[in-house]
């Protein structure tokens, strides 16, 4: 058997899927009134002086901190129903689909949030590693309850989830260098693969 591990964002998906949650979640007004109470934010994420998982706090916090995680994850399964699909690029579900019909394990390995991976992931019968929400008595904080599921932490998170001995060969798929940590732990890696 194989373990086939993919990236999310920008692998599977042609966009975002934090923003494009966001995007799904707000109307217009309210996406346009964070960006702008969030404008400081962006640009030092933008001008790379301030981490990514320091940004994702931010956003998170301000556009879901403090609601109740159940209403946040009946969200994420419209979302799953009504929009991911239309942000899958086909090559990369057909490659899915692939090591699925061959029996293979396939798991998703993303610093994106599982809150919106998860049931689309679940629906297709794909593992899930990813950066986890922190959730106190039933409400979202906006905080990781996780490190950030990139370079060191993917590779990390992954030999934790698996005893790779048990696997025939390991393949990996993604689209950026925070993926190269989970390229160092497969046999065969594809960058870019599906663009």
Same mark, same amino acid.
């Given at each position: 058997?194989?373990?086939?591990?993919?990236?999310?964002?920008?692998?599977?998906?042609?966009?975002?899927?934090?923003?494009?949650?966001?995007? !799904?979640?707000?109307?217009?007004?309210?996406?346009?009134?964070?960006?702008?109470?969030?404008?400081? &934010?962006?640009?030092?994420?933008?001008?790379?002086?301030?981490?990514?998982?320091?940004?994702?706090?931010?956003?998170?916090?301000?556009? !879901?901190?403090?609601?109740?995680?159940?209403?946040? /994850?009946?969200?994420?399964?419209?979302?799953?129903?009504?929009?991911?699909?239309?942000?899958?690029?086909?090559?990369?579900? /057909?490659?899915?689909?692939?090591?699925?019909?061959?029996?293979?394990? %396939?798991?998703? %390995?993303?610093?994106?949030?599982?809150?919106?991976?998860?049931?689309?992931?679940?629906?297709?019968?794909?593992?899930? &590693?990813?950066?986890?929400?922190? %959730?106190?008595?039933?409400?979202?904080?906006?905080?990781?309850?996780?490190?950030?599921?990139?370079?060191?932490?993917?590779?990390?998170?992954?030999?934790?989830?698996?005893?790779?001995?048990? !696997?025939?060969? &390991?393949?990996?798929?993604?689209?950026?260098?925070?993926?190269?940590?989970?390229?160092?732990?497969?046999?065969?890696?594809?960058?870019?693969? !599906?663009?």
């Amino acid at each position: 058997m194989t373990l086939a591990l993919f990236d999310f964002d920008g692998t599977i998906t042609n966009k975002d899927s934090m923003i494009d949650f966001i995007k !799904f979640s707000r109307d217009q007004k309210q996406v346009i009134l964070g960006v702008i109470i969030l404008f400081p &934010i962006i640009a030092l994420f933008y001008m790379k002086l301030l981490p990514d998982f320091v940004a994702k706090k931010y956003v998170l916090k301000y556009f !879901f901190g403090g609601k109740k995680y159940a209403d946040l /994850e009946n969200l994420a399964n419209r979302y799953s129903d009504q929009r991911i699909d239309q942000i899958i690029r086909p090559k990369a579900a /057909e490659k899915i689909d692939f090591y699925l019909k061959n029996g293979d394990k %396939v798991a998703i %390995v993303s610093a994106s949030v599982e809150l919106w991976v998860a049931p689309w992931a679940k629906k297709r019968g794909l593992d899930l &590693i990813a950066t986890k929400a922190e %959730v106190i008595d039933g409400f979202f904080t906006g905080n990781l309850a996780s490190l950030n599921c990139k370079g060191a932490e993917k590779a990390r998170r992954i030999k934790e989830r698996y005893d790779l001995a048990d !696997f025939a060969e &390991i393949h990996a798929y993604g689209d950026t260098p925070s993926d190269r940590e989970m390229f160092k732990i497969a046999a065969y890696s594809e960058y870019k693969p !599906f663009q």
